[in-house]
T-cell receptor, first 114, second 113 residues
């Protein structure tokens, strides 16, 4: 079956540090890949997505590139802020879609300290 | 638009009690979902619906029931609450298009004692 593996958290960084959160996946073909963010006390919201190989998703200074050869979709940000403190989830929808088949990773908690 | 709304935000139940978690969306989305999120875990799909009158089981449906009488509403019913159902429950919806994002509600934190 499909799976998404994220790096263990929590990740603690100082403000303005560089962020990488690793995400790798197992799926056949070319799934669509997503990063969701969950701020404290809230539901998940889409941060960025990529629907084909070599696509780069970006939003709010965050970027992730769909790497088919390494089955990865790592999240990066050049300079984190305290307001980026949240839990980040990597997710996929399998090739061919499937509304019931979104697979989420376990989430990586990011804490940014001033 | 309010998006996806859920009530209540918090609830404490005793073992064996029942309750309904409410979910409403105002985006005219056909697809709706219920997930549970346990500490340190990802989201597990409980039930989903592809339109009014159509529901199906997800990964962890035991102990829950759903109905979908309208496009807007997708309530989740717990009949005999058990401590294993202590979790945070999220409702979500998606519009047409296979790769559309899911819109999530703010969640319901349920504790069963």
């Amino acid at each position: 079956g499909n799976s998404v593996t994220q790096m263990e958290g929590p990740v603690t960084l100082s403000e303005e540090a560089f962020l990488t959160i690793n995400c790798t996946y197992t799926a056949t073909g070319y799934p669509s890949l997503f990063w969701y963010v969950q701020y404290p006390g809230e539901g998940l919201q889409l941060l960025l997505k990529a629907t084909k190989a070599d696509d780069k998703g970006s939003n709010k200074g965050f970027e992730a590139t769909y790497r088919k050869e390494t089955t990865s979709f790592h999240l990066e940000k050049g300079s984190v802020q305290v307001s980026d403190s949240a839990v980040y989830f990597c997710a996929l929808i399998p090739d061919g879609g499937g509304y019931q088949k979104v697979t989420f990773g376990t989430g990586t908690k990011l804490q940014v300290i001033p | 638009n309010a998006g996806v709304t859920q009530t209540p935000k918090f609830r404490i139940l005793k073992i064996g009690q029942s309750m309904t978690l409410q979910c409403t969306q105002d985006m005219n989305h056909n697809y709706m979902y219920w997930y549970r999120q346990d500490p340190g875990m990802g989201l597990k799909l409980i039930y989903y619906s592809v339109g009014a009158g159509i529901t199906d089981k997800g990964e962890v449906p035991n102990g829950y029931n759903v109905s979908r009488s309208t496009t807007e509403d997708f309530p989740l019913r717990l009949e005999l609450a058990a401590p294993s159902q202590t979790s945070v429950y999220f409702c979500a919806s998606t519009g047409r298009g296979s790769y559309n994002e899911q819109f999530f509600g703010p969640g319901t934190r349920l504790t069963v004692l």
